[in-house]
């Protein structure tokens, strides 16, 4: 898997550029202070325990989902939201998201492909259609993605877009019952979206200084939701969006109150990682998530050296 890992941030940074003490995806953020409040009927669906105790402390990171943190806000790009649950035994768990309802691909090794044919021409600064279209035509599973990534609104705010955990997880209640699910967070006041003129007359990170600005207010407050699957819904592939008429379970709440400066200074490296469960969360057989440790692993090494 090592050779898969450098391959996988390999092409980020291809695509994205090298940028010293940056994330290779999602470079560009603002990491905020938060509460978890697990709501009554989360215990049933799950023993995990974030979602059968008491409120958690927990820390929010918006991000563009760019690897180059000097991009304007405004630029066109899927936006990203990581959650780091602080258990009550001293251990974390994380959930990871973006405002993508799909993934690109279902293996990273179809994930390298892409990336490699969407890497920026040197004469052009710009990806070779071509290259993409045969990708595309290759692996019409990745269509639905890159058409919402292609067309996704610019935000007014990081607190007011739906974001989307794409991999499925195994929820296990207290009688060892499991049924499988996604993750989604919906902003309490709904989305907030800006015309094409609007984000033109933005400053570069306003959407940090939006964000500081509404915390100020009082807390932004997310619900945490899972949608259920069926036999008929894929578990292990994040391009397959899941009808939206299936089952939802309200988890809880998490309430963003300000920002945080506790982490991520002076070397500091704050990792969100989905395949970090309790005790109550099973993964899936999902190829991508299971390849996210390895490729964090590479990217902290290289953000941390030299």
């Not at 090592?2 to 390999?10: M, Y």
């Not at 991009?71 to 994380?94: E, H, I, Q």
């Not at 929820?171 to 015309?195: C, K, M, N, Q, W």
């Not at 997310?222 to 292990?236: C, E, M, N, S, Y």
């Amino acid at each position: 898997m090592s050779g898969l890992s450098e391959q996988l941030v390999d092409g980020l940074n291809a695509s994205y550029g090298v940028h010293a003490r940056s994330r290779a995806a999602h470079a560009k953020g603002v990491l905020c202070a938060a509460t978890f409040t697990p709501t009554a009927s989360a215990s049933a669906l799950s023993r995990a325990p974030h979602f059968a105790g008491p409120p958690v402390r927990a820390h929010v990171r918006f991000s563009n989902g760019s690897g180059n943190p000097t991009v304007p806000d405004s630029t066109r790009d899927a936006r990203g939201m990581a959650v780091k649950f602080y258990l009550p035994d001293g251990g974390t768990t994380d959930i990871v998201a973006i405002t993508l309802p799909v993934f690109f691909t279902r293996t990273p090794e179809d994930l390298i492909a892409f990336n490699q044919a969407r890497r920026p021409d040197p004469a052009t600064g710009e990806p070779d259609a071509a290259k993409v279209g045969a990708f595309l035509a290759e692996h019409p599973e990745s269509v639905p993605a890159v058409t919402a990534a292609i067309t996704h609104p610019t935000p007014a705010s990081y607190a007011a877009l739906t974001y989307h955990a794409l991999h499925a997880f195994g929820f296990v209640a207290s009688d060892d019952t499991v049924r499988y699910g996604r993750y989604h967070l919906v902003p309490d006041g709904g989305e907030e979206i800006l015309d094409e003129e609007e984000a033109a007359g933005k400053p570069a990170d306003y959407l940090r200084d939006e964000l500081n600005d509404r915390l100020a207010g009082g807390p932004a407050r997310f619900a945490l939701d899972v949608q259920l699957g069926t036999a008929d819904d894929p578990i292990d592939d994040p391009t397959a969006e899941w009808p939206p008429d299936r089952e939802v379970v309200r988890m809880g709440t998490i309430d963003i109150t300000g920002l945080a400066f506790d982490r991520e200074g002076e070397g500091d490296v704050l990792v969100f990682d989905p395949t970090r469960v309790p005790d109550g969360i099973r993964l899936s057989d999902d190829k991508i998530l299971l390849a996210r440790p390895g490729a964090y692993s590479v990217s902290v090494t290289r953000r941390t050296s030299g």
